[in-house]
T-cell receptor
Framework: RKEVEQDPGPFNVPEGATVAFNCTYSNSASQSFFWYRQDCRKEPKLLMSVYSSGNEDGRFTAQLNRASQYISLLIRDSKLSDSATYLCAVNKVDSSYKLIFGSGTRLLVRP | ETGVTQTPRHLVMGMTNKKSLKCEQHLGHNAMYWYKQSAKKPLELMFVYNFKEQTENNSVPSRFSPECPNSSHLFLHLHTLQPEDSALYLC????????????FGPGTRLLVL
């Protein structure tokens, strides 16, 4: 099993739709979780950290489900500008200093 | 945003060339990272530096040689690369390693001929 797994997509949705992505992780001891957004040929940019209690930033909501070992990202009222690849990242629980990134989920929002 | 800068942004080199990638962070962070991102693959961590000390070498071939003279600067020296090394090389920094948010530079897109 991969340490961090994401559905590669693409998710093709109309403007205004609500879309959700999940990201599963293998190490139950992981403590830090993040969602990044990466536009084509650009660097990943932090979208939001994921807290145990969940967090919301405008149209974006992130949740952590420790029992099932996944994090989720919900995007409401999708905009054309939301089209990008969404990467999840989870800290590796060992003596090293690593964030493990998923392969990303591609979102296409159509007019 | 100019928190983490990288130069050059694009690089084409032959397999016998020697070149260096540069990264500088202006965020006052203590940890810096090199990642490789190839098409259709997840980000691959290459090296981690914490307070200028290398704490991670993720089984990277010796043709990639990192250098971290201080907490703000990170280099990746390249020599005798292979075409399969063509990728986007991203630098990142964080306040402390592992649990903290990492901020990425714009990357160097490398093509090895």
């Amino acid at each position: 099993r991969k340490e961090v797994e994401q559905d590669p997509g693409p998710f093709n949705v109309p403007e205004g739709a609500t879309v959700a992505f999940n990201c599963t992780y293998s190490n139950s001891a992981s403590q830090s979780f993040f969602w990044y957004r990466q536009d084509c040929r650009k660097e990943p940019k932090l979208l939001m950290s994921v807290y145990s209690s969940g967090n919301e930033d405008g149209r974006f909501t992130a949740q952590l489900n420790r029992a099932s070992q996944y994090i989720s990202l919900l995007i409401r009222d999708s905009k054309l500008s939301d089209s990008a690849t969404y990467l999840c990242a989870v800290n590796k629980v060992d003596s090293s200093y690593k964030l493990i990134f998923g392969s990303g989920t591609r979102l296409l929002v159509r007019p | 945003e100019t928190g983490v800068t990288q130069t050059p942004r694009h690089l084409v080199m032959g397999m016998t060339n020697k070149k260096s990638l540069k990264c500088e962070q202006h965020l006052g962070h203590n940890a810096m990272y090199w990642y490789k991102q190839s098409a259709k693959k997840p980000l691959e961590l290459m090296f981690v530096y914490n307070f200028k000390e290398q704490t991670e070498n993720n089984s990277v071939p010796s043709r990639f040689s990192p250098e971290c003279p201080n907490s703000s600067h990170l280099f990746l020296h390249l020599h005798t690369l292979q075409p399969e090394d063509s990728a986007l090389y991203l630098c990142a920094s964080s306040q402390v390693p592992s649990r903290e948010t990492q901020y990425f530079g714009p990357g160097t897109r490398l093509l090895v001929l």
